[in-house]
């Protein structure tokens, strides 16, 4: 037996430990996690968190993962809201060692894996970025030449999760291109976009329709929806345009 | 539009705790208008009372699942079949 196949199982809950947290901008943290006897992941893929309180109440919210499978450890980006029932907790209590509930990976769809190929087309709005990191990260882990151009839009610099490693990997390959629009404040001499992506920023962004992109957006509700709506205006095949919506608030 | 409209990428955590196979990536057919779609591609909305999956295409109810104390209560009328691959 050449192949050893995992039988099909239920999704269960489990404990990870915290190795590190990390500020990745002011408002979001990165949470670096050990989860024994972790499976692997696809790229694109989230875990649930689960919390409980003292009393038994228990509050529960998706967070996508932002490493690649190709790492040990697994990072989730936190938003903090100010409101939110879980994120201040995940952002401002948890510490290194501590015990965090989860279920994962979750979710074959909004999925790239190298093998799919390219060119890819990765749209992103503020933590939204977390889920297309990772198929960066694995694109690059797995040695994928497959063209990958990623539109991010951030409300500013100190806001834009992962830049200093987006320039990075970006700089080191000729093949990745990263496009940043901020949308609330712009360093001196900013000359990159500056508004929220619209129909204009994408027709010149997007690569064109006869190239047949694979598309993953990932951001809050509206935002992912006018990409969408936009690109298949621009004539995108609506099957090869995946989509994740964080919702309102992401909590 | 509804800012509480997720993808029904959203409901892999809870369809997992039921199903043994990948379900985000199962094709189900609409029993009101007949489009078949990815579980991943439909919409989701998600509250404390629980979840429903509902055609991206006509907004029929497709899935409705319930968890509370009794267990699981899982509706699918809105679903003429459901597809998981190998």
Redesign the interface.
């Known amino acids: 037996m050449a192949e050893i196949r995992r039988l099909p199982h239920r999704l269960e809950w489990r404990i990870g430990e915290v190795l590190e947290t990390r500020h990745a901008t002011p408002r979001t943290k990165s949470l670096l996690l050990d989860v024994p006897g972790w499976e692997g992941h696809k790229a694109g893929q989230h875990v649930d968190v689960r919390l409980t309180a003292e009393d038994g109440y228990q509050a529960q919210r998706s967070y996508s993962i932002a490493s690649a499978p190709e790492e040990k450890s697994v990072e989730l980006v936190v938003e903090r809201l100010d409101d939110g029932e879980v994120s201040p907790y995940l952002t401002d209590e948890l510490r290194t060692g501590d015990k965090l509930e989860l279920r994962g990976p979750i979710g074959g769809w909004f999925a790239w894996e190298a093998r799919d190929g390219g060119p890819l087309f990765l749209v992103a709005g503020g933590s939204g970025i977390a889920p297309l990191m990772a198929m960066i990260r694995h694109r690059a882990a797995a040695g994928s030449d497959a063209p990958c151009r990623l539109l991010y839009s951030s409300r500013s610099l100190e806001d834009t999760i992962f830049a200093g490693e987006l320039d990075h990997l970006a700089s080191s390959d000729g093949s990745l291109e990263v496009v940043h629009t901020l949308t609330r404040s712009q360093p001196p001499g900013w000359t990159g976009y500056a508004r929220r992506i619209d129909d204009e920023m994408l027709a010149e962004v997007a690569p064109s329709n006869e190239q047949g992109p694979l598309t993953f957006v990932c951001g809050p509700t509206p935002l992912v929806e006018s990409v969408a709506t936009a690109l298949v205006g621009l004539g995108h095949d609506a099957g090869r345009i995946k989509t994740e919506r964080f919702g309102p608030t992401g909590g | ?10 409901t ?2 809870v369809l ?7 379900t ?2 199962a094709e189900g057919a609409c029993d009101r208008c007949g489009t078949v779609a ?4 439909q919409m989701a909305y998600i509250s404390d009372i629980g979840t429903v999956l509902r055609c991206a295409s006509c907004d029929n109810a497709l899935i409705r699942i319930v968890q509370n104390p009794r267990g699981y209560f899982l509706d699918l009328r809105g679903v003429r079949y459901l597809r998981f691959g190998r």
């Not at chain 2, 990815?38 to 591609?41: A, S, T």
Request: aromatic share 8%; charged share 25%.
């Open positions: 539009m509804d800012e509480h409209r997720l993808d029904g990428n959203a892999g955590g997992g705790e039921v199903f043994v196979f990948e985000t990536t990815h579980v991943g591609q």
